[in-house]
């Protein structure tokens, strides 16, 4: 099973409302980004981690090589897109032959555990697409012009999370059939789904959520902070 991982790292963190990409906004003293790739990098079946980053962050990337070099497995960054389905299909593009199954991960995910991303290799290599996602505790609304539409089931509610694995073949068909109706989905499984493939969904952990606002940022870095102190605690 040879499989590279896509760090997405290319969009602009507008929610977040920092003066810089969110991609680069430190976490306990280290860019988002860093601990993408050091988390991908660490998963023994990962060949290769590919950055996708802006055009315009590439000085902010420059910056970043004295730490970038104790990371193993990194390819040179790759350009995204103004689209997140633009920047997923720059680092496909990057992928030769040789790379049958591709990892796609949000950089905004700093938490994701190696044990969880190798559970999600593991299931896609029986069924060709397979997602990390946990349920939801919140009852899930449909709404429509401020008005509920549906309810759907919360015990079928699962929200998304990445790293998301695809056969590269199966990703290449669903980005171009959904570039060809002019579809733009919001994460990359949905486009395998249009291909009427099903996609395998593998419980992940809790706390590999997408920092997306403010309080996000601010809750992580209380939760390492608490991590930390624990671990000093500890004899
Ligand atoms: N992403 C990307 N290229 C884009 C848009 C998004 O590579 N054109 C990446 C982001 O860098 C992020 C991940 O996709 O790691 C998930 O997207 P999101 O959380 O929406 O991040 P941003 O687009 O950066 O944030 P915002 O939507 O608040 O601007
Ligand atoms: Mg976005």
């Known amino acids: 099973m040879s499989v590279a ?25 280290r860019p988002l980004l860093l601990h ?6 660490s998963v ?16 902010r990337w420059e910056r970043l090589a004295p ?23 720059a680092g496909l593009a990057t992928l030769g ?3 049958e199954w591709v990892a796609v991960h949000d950089a905004a995910r700093p938490f994701v555990r190696p044990a969880a991303v190798a559970r999600v290799l593991e299931a896609a290599r029986a069924s060709g697409a397979a997602i990390l996602a946990a349920p939801v ?27 998301q694995v695809f056969r590269v073949e199966l ?10 109706e002019g579809r733009m989905a919001t994460d990359d499984a949905q486009l395998v789904e249009w291909l ?15 920092l997306t606002g403010p309080e996000d940022l601010a809750a992580a870095e209380r939760r390492l902070a608490d991590s930390e102190a624990e671990r000093g605690r500890r004899p």
Do not use: H
């Open 36 to 41: 993408a790739l050091a988390a991908m990098a």
């Open 97 to 99: 032959p040789e790379i």
């Open 171 to 180: 990703l290449r068909e669903a980005l171009a059939k959904a570039s060809a």
């Open 44 to 59: 023994p079946a990962i060949v290769r981690v590919v950055p996708v980053i802006a055009r315009a962050d590439l000085g």
């Open 196 to 210: 009427g493939v099903a996609v395998a969904v593998v419980l992940g952990d809790a706390d590999n959520q997408k």
């Open 67 to 89: 730490e970038l070099a104790g990371i193993p497995k990194l390819a040179e960054p790759v350009f995204g897109g103004a689209e997140r389905q633009d920047s997923v299909r």
């Open 5 to 29: 991982a896509l760090v997405l790292a290319a969009g602009r963190g507008e929610r977040l409302g920092l003066p810089m990409p969110k991609a680069f906004v430190p976490l306990v003293g």
């Open 137 to 163: 505790s919140d009852t899930i609304k449909r709404v429509r012009a401020g008005r509920v539409a549906e309810t759907p089931p919360r015990a079928e509610c699962w929200a998304a999370q990445t790293p």
